[in-house]
């Protein structure tokens, strides 16, 4: 061996004592540590006691980082005890005033805090409770607690202990996973779940929540390695990242590792490596943080799988789909859009909204686009042109569309074409309108007739009352009944054509609704219209008071009573009205004892011209009068007879009808 081979030799002997001092001297360290937060504990313990006034109690649980907030509180939530760490974060401090953590659950958690509660005196411990509190202020803030029980020498719980973590930066990260993914590397990095302490053969330390993700225990993971419950789909990538550390290459890297559990279950993690050298680049010691990001993922995938959906389902649609800036600068539209104007994406993307615009809507649209910035959503028409030069008719609906600080910074429409509906729209406008007037021209035309027919009718009447008194001398009682016959006649067609007049205009004048007391209108109805002596009209129950057309609903009781009155065979008949409220309709039920209406003539009596018989008195008008009129107030008009033993019509009318 030359004197070379023996300096290397010494050199590498030197370095191999200066870096078993510095790992001695790190033990030494962490062991100091160990004692101190062991000490800590035990004071803690120990002045727990003397609040208690118990002599001893046992901390349970082991509480890494004891320079998080740690809370000592009686089982109706007072704090005893509080560290500065707690008393910096709750914003208060139980030596100058009475805390209560239950009046800082937030009102959402407070179900949960209940529940948690329970279990923590049920089982002696509680892991991983996260909600959200109030501290000082009013201020909302995300914990994660680790707690148990403290009992005295009875064995009886009498506090509880806890160590506090504050999870607000973690909870809103993952809320903005998508938008903040960088940042949250940066806050994972710095503030890690699990850690592990390892050289290049074995672990050194963990920490208590690597225990409870993977399931060993800590003499369990001191007689292991990484590798050991690292999955073998992981190790290659492992290996790759492992092998540059070692060679100086990279000083940290951060992977995503599949992790064996105890139960042989696999966990997800983000596994970050940090290396710590020595003065000549050696690696002392791995530390190794470990975050469980299984729902993670799992997450992201939904999230993936949502986003594909989604914007298949917002391509392919059949109503067109726009995005533009605060300035109407379209930034995306989806392929029926495309489809709607004829234009290709290419042509629309970056280009004003209003140039697509009739002339005569450009301002309409800047006016919408403005009050857009308000934060207002709305729908409107308007004039697009599309690329062949064709005029359509668009509808559209606009809202805001916001940033994550919830800022306005554009909008978001969705289009619909309406040409062939506004067409159908204009067409059936002139239809009412031709309608409207051909209703006017038919009842003007009524009224003509009418008029027409009843002047020579008078004029037979005049005539044949002249014949009467002039030749009542002469003639024998043949023609004095022909006369007679020939005013019945004249009385009948004088009738038929009043009843035609009717019909015409049942259907057409205006309604004058106002408040109509029935009864007075049966009153009224009773002493006009014939009623035989055998016969009486009834009302069992007083009637009520309806918003209606007085006229119309007259005309309406006054054909079905009179109907009524004149059909009725038997000694002693009777005509009742009735009624019941349904709701939203008024029934009335008009019922006599008279001959009663053959089945198949129940619907046929409502069509204009339809009687029963031969009966001359009857026009056939009168309840084809009825029917129009109830179709009027949304009511239906029906039938309820038996031959012989008498008749029910019935007709209900729409309390709060529109014509």
């Not at 179900?111 to 996260?130: A, D, H, P, Q, W």
């Not at 234009?343 to 629309?348: N, P, R, V, Y």
């Amino acid at each position: 061996m030359d004197s070379k081979e023996v300096v290397l030799l010494k050199k590498a002997l030197e370095r191999q004592k200066k870096a078993r001092q510095q790992a001695e001297r790190i033990l030494e360290e962490k062991s100091n540590e160990l004692y101190e937060v062991a000490s800590h504990l035990r004071e803690s313990n120990a002045k727990l006691e003397n609040l208690l006034s118990e002599k001893t109690s046992e901390l349970d649980g082991v509480f890494i980082n004891i320079i998080d907030p740690y809370v000592v509180m009686d089982l109706s939530f007072n704090v005893v005890s509080m560290n500065l760490s707690a008393k910096n974060f709750l914003g208060y401090d139980n030596n100058i005033e009475e805390v209560n953590l239950w009046k800082m659950v937030h009102k959402d958690y407070m179900e949960y805090t209940i529940e948690s509660f329970s279990s923590l005196k049920e089982v002696g411990k509680l892991k991983n409770y996260r909600a959200k509190i109030l501290v000082k202020g009013g201020v909302e803030k995300w914990v994660e607690i680790n707690a148990s029980l403290v009992y005295n020498k009875e064995k009886l719980p009498v506090a509880a202990q806890g160590i506090v973590r504050d999870i607000t930066q973690e909870m809103e990260v993952r809320e903005l996973l998508s938008e903040q993914k960088r940042q949250l590397d940066v806050i994972v990095n710095s503030s890690p779940l699990g850690i592990i302490l390892a050289d290049s053969s074995k672990i050194l330390k963990v920490n208590y929540t690597m225990t409870s993700l993977l399931g060993y225990t800590l003499n369990s993971f001191m007689k292991m390695n990484v590798k050991d419950f690292t999955d073998k789909e992981s190790i290659e990538l492992a290996n790759e990242f492992s092998t540059k550390l070692n060679n100086g290459e990279i000083d940290n890297y951060t992977i995503h590792q599949k992790f064996i559990k105890s139960d042989g279950e696999k966990l997800q993690v983000k596994l970050s490596v940090n290396a710590v050298r020595n003065i000549y680049r050696e690696i002392s010691y791995i530390v190794m943080m470990v975050e469980d990001i299984t729902q993670q993922l799992e997450a992201e995938e939904r999230l993936k799988s949502e986003r594909e959906k989604y914007s298949g389902i917002i391509a392919n649609m059949n109503l067109g789909l726009l995005e533009a800036n605060r300035e109407g600068v379209i930034q995306m539209v989806n392929q029926s859009f495309c489809d709607m104007i004829g234009f290709e994406e290419s042509e629309l993307l970056n280009t004003d909204a209003k140039d697509f615009v009739s002339l005569e809507d450009k301002n309409k649209v800047a006016d919408k686009i403005k009050t857009r910035a308000n934060g207002n959503s709305d729908s409107y028409e308007v004039h697009v042109i599309t690329k062949s030069g064709e005029k359509r008719h668009w509808l559209i609906s606009v809202a805001p569309r916001y940033s994550k600080n919830h800022e306005v910074i554009g909008s978001i429409g969705i289009t619909l074409d309406i040409t062939e509906q506004k067409e159908l729209e204009l067409q059936k406008e002139k239809l009412v309108k031709d309608l409207e007037n051909s209703n006017q021209g038919l009842q003007e035309y009524a009224h003509i007739v009418s008029h027409d027919l009843k002047s020579p009718l008078r004029s037979i009447s005049a005539l044949a009352t002249w014949l009467s008194d002039d030749y009542k001398d002469v003639l024998d009682e043949g023609g004095k009944q022909n006369l007679e016959l020939m005013q019945e006649k004249v009385a009948s067609m004088d009738k038929l054509i009043h009843g035609i007049l009717e019909y015409s205009t049942a259907n057409s004048s205006a309604l004058d609704n106002s408040k109509v007391d029935l009864n007075s209108v049966i009153a009224d109805i009773g002493e006009t219209i014939y009623i035989p002596d055998h016969v009486q009209l009834k009302i069992p129950k007083s009637l009520p008071t309806i918003m209606a057309d007085r006229i119309k609903v007259h005309q309406v009781f006054q054909n079905i009573i009179g109907n009524a009155v004149v059909h009725i065979e038997r000694e002693v008949g009777l005509v009742e009205v009735l009624y019941k409220d349904t709701g939203d309709y008024w029934q009335f039920t008009i019922s006599d004892n008279g001959v009663g209406i053959p089945e198949e003539y129940h619907k046929k009596i409502f069509d204009i011209f339809q009687s029963i018989g031969n009966n001359e008195r009857s026009t056939g008008i009168g309840l084809s009068i009825v029917k129009k009129i109830i179709d009027r107030y949304q009511g239906k008009v029906w039938v309820d007879s038996v031959v012989g033993e008498g008749t029910q019509f019935h007709f209900t009318i729409k309390k709060d009808h529109n014509e």
